[in-house]
């Protein structure tokens, strides 16, 4: 079956402070891979999407950037943290196919101070 | 992308029926509405999703209206664990392959005794 796994599950930065959250994926090859910010009270809002190795498509302009050195990992990072970046951030995989369902991981939840 | 419109919250008695709307008006002929939901502080998690008929799993029903701009989300036998926000979304193709599942800020639904 597949897992996926995302870490940790908090994290405390101050501002201006570096940033790697980590997902990886297990039982499954090529998957497509999504990282998601959820603030407080709101919807979740889609960051960066990979359909590949290399491959890394981002929705909206912001302080953070993605990677995919591996088939299943994906990272999330930020050079120097923004109070903004504040959030829960959730990585996801999609198996494609004719039921395309998104699986979540557990969240980070992010607090910049 | 066809945007989805849902009451933010909802008050279900536990044991009874759960009936979450949603309006997706704007939606195209072969665009998938899906739902989620997510618990407090989780990822979300898939529940169902639909195109044209109606769908029903171990889960939930879906009723998709014959016009398509509206659908319904049915919990037969709400309990106090389906309490949670639940997202109806239109699934949307992505500009490099996949596809993006645009969450909006959904349905408190609150299962009381």
């Known amino acids: 079956s597949q897992t996926i796994h995302q870490w940790p599950a908090t994290l405390v930065q101050p501002v201006g402070s570096p940033l790697s959250l980590e997902c990886t994926v297990e039982g499954t090859s090529n998957p497509n891979l999504y990282w998601y910010r959820q603030a407080a009270g709101r919807g979740l809002q889609l960051l960066f999407y990979s359909v590949g190795i290399g491959q890394i498509s981002s929705e909206v302009p912001q302080n953070l950037s993605a990677s995919r050195p591996q088939d299943r990992q994906f990272i999330l990072s930020s050079k120097k943290l923004l109070l903004s970046d504040s959030g829960f951030y959730l990585c996801?995989?999609?198996?494609?196919?004719?039921?395309?369902?998104?699986?979540f991981g557990s969240g980070t939840q992010l607090s910049v101070l | 992308d066809a945007k989805t419109t849902q009451p933010p919250s909802m008050d279900c008695a536990e044991g009874r029926a759960a009936n979450l709307p949603c309006n997706h008006s704007?939606?195209?002929?072969?665009?998938?509405v899906y739902w989620y939901r997510q618990i407090h502080s989780q990822g979300p998690q898939y529940i169902i999703h639909g195109l044209k008929n109606n769908e029903t799993n171990e889960m939930a029903s879906l009723i998709i209206t014959e016009d398509r701009k509206s659908s319904t989300l049915i919990l037969p036998h709400a309990t106090l664990r389906d309490t949670a926000v639940y997202y109806c979304i239109v699934r949307v193709g992505l500009r490099r392959g996949g596809n993006k599942l645009t969450f909006g800020t959904g349905t408190q639904l609150k299962v009381e005794l």
């Open positions: 996801a995989w999609r198996r494609t196919g004719s039921s395309e369902k998104l699986f």
């Open positions: 704007t939606i195209s002929g072969n665009e998938y």
